[in-house]
């Protein structure tokens, strides 16, 4: 009993391939349709036969036998050339199919660049080709952001880590070395080791942003923008910064953790990137079409029009017009514009004629 049921699965677990399947159902249908049309014209020539005038001729006896064999000969040759033709048929429609497997199985991560041929008429298959092109596209490209990232972090984690070492050496070189130069080399590695947490963690926030919403929960940006000036209002102060608020309600839909840590990179970013004595202008509310917005603007270094996209990539910075130098990798702008493609908000950014940028990020306001 063993033996047959070992059987059975082996038969259901290898089913045919698709160009068999094809054939059969090719031939079959056709066949099927062959056979019908031979048991018609059969119990039509039998009715017709058996109509027949009583004085009509009647055929020889071994007539019959002599013509069964013929339409059997004819329909084993016609059940032959179906099959044939059947399998050719499946062979040509499958081919673009075929063309398109292989091609897909050369292409690896080294080699993303290449395409599918896609040619031949507008059909089910040459869409396939378009889509599978496409994803190919997409993967292309997050494989090469992927690389530049990983280029740029392991870059900006070394720097910190190069100075920590330079550092220490020169100091447990130094044979005059006293307990206050000693103390001074270790707060300006602890300022170094600090430098590598704040990177640590922003490149952490943008990892987890890209992995999307969990749990969506309404959320007003005003409050959010509200409670985080406060928390920045000495910062400001200290470099002589005015910060203008116009804090209306904006309503919309998401993580609001993930709306704060983008409000808090907006912010940070326009107190950054800043000249003394200049300007912060924030304000949210809703706009036509149910959309909640927030907008930052602030002065600061002349950006040109064509730098503006590249503002949004990580480890990018506008100039080296900055206030604080301790903080920042470029990674703000790159953490919002994460969170906002994962909440599906809009993002427009205008660079000022006499120096600054207004960044707006409209939200959705139920997804």
């Not at 399998?87 to 199985?105: E, K, S």
């Not at 928390?231 to 309600?249: C, F, K, M, P, S």
Request: proline fraction near 5%; include cysteine; charge should be neutral.
């Amino acid at each position: 009993m063993a033996a047959p049921r070992q059987l059975t699965s082996l038969l259901r677990a290898r089913r045919p391939v698709l160009r068999v399947q094809l054939t059969l159902l090719y031939s079959g249908l056709f066949l099927t349709v062959l056979a019908a049309v031979l048991l018609a014209t059969n119990l039509l020539y039998g009715h017709t036969a058996a109509r027949a005038p009583a004085g009509a001729a009647a055929e020889p006896a071994d007539s019959s036998s002599r013509f069964d064999v013929v339409p059997a000969l004819i329909g084993l040759a016609a059940a032959i050339v179906v099959l044939a033709g059947a399998w050719w048929l499946a062979g040509r429609f499958l081919r673009p199919l075929h063309v398109i497997t292989t091609t897909a199985q050369r292409i690896s991560a080294t080699n993303l660049d290449q395409r599918l041929a896609v040619r031949g008429p507008d059909d089910e298959l040459t869409r396939l080709g378009s889509t599978l092109n496409d994803l190919l596209g997409r993967l292309e490209s997050a494989f090469a952001a992927q690389r530049h990232f990983v280029a740029n972090a392991s870059h900006e984690l070394r720097t910190p880590l190069a100075g920590q070492r330079t550092l220490l050496q020169v100091a447990l070189a130094d044979p005059g070395a006293d307990t206050a130069s000693l103390r001074a080399a270790c707060e300006e590695a602890l300022q170094l080791g600090s430098q590598q947490q704040r990177l640590i963690d922003a490149l952490l926030v943008l990892a987890t942003s890209e992995r999307g919403i969990e749990r969506r929960e309404p959320f007003d940006l005003a409050p959010l923008a509200e409670a985080l000036l406060a928390q920045r209002r000495a910062d400001a102060e200290e470099h002589g910064i005015r910060v203008d608020a116009d804090l209306r309600t904006a309503l919309a839909a998401g993580d609001p953790r993930l709306a704060e840590l983008l409000v808090a990179n907006l912010v940070d970013n326009a107190l950054r990137h800043n000249r003394a004595n200049g300007t912060v202008e924030i304000t949210t509310g809703q706009l036509p079409g149910d959309r909640a917005t927030i907008t930052v603007g602030n002065t600061g270094p002349i950006i040109p029009p064509d730098d503006v996209d590249r503002l949004f990539q990580p480890f990018q910075q506008a100039g080296a017009q900055r206030l604080s130098h301790n903080d920042g990798h470029g990674l703000g702008l790159a953490i919002v514009a994460t969170i906002a493609r994962t909440h599906q908000a809009t993002i427009t950014a205008h660079p000022r004629p006499r120096g600054g940028l207004d960044i707006a990020v409209s939200f959705p306001t139920d997804l």
